[in-house]
């Protein structure tokens, strides 16, 4: 599957939220939407980190 599992970190690096089953991910705003397997959509105000492609994970950086 392509889908990937989306970790929001805060500023020390603690893990505040994980998304799983993302499909799409498009910068808006100040933040990023991202759209999940099953049609939904949420934005979350945050800034791409690290994409590990072999793990299928994406981590942002909270910025509120």
């Known amino acids: 599957m ?3 599992r989306v970790v929001i970190q805060g500023p020390a690096g603690e893990e505040i939220e994980a998304i799983e089953d ?4 498009v910068p808006e705003g100040d933040g990023l939407k991202l759209y999940d397997l099953y049609g939904g959509h949420r934005v979350v105000p ?8 072999l793990d299928h994970t994406v981590i942002l950086t909270a910025t509120e």
């Open 22 to 25: 993302v499909t799409t991910i």
């Open 46 to 53: 945050a800034a791409f980190k690290e994409v590990r492609l």
């Open 2 to 4: 392509c889908e990937a």
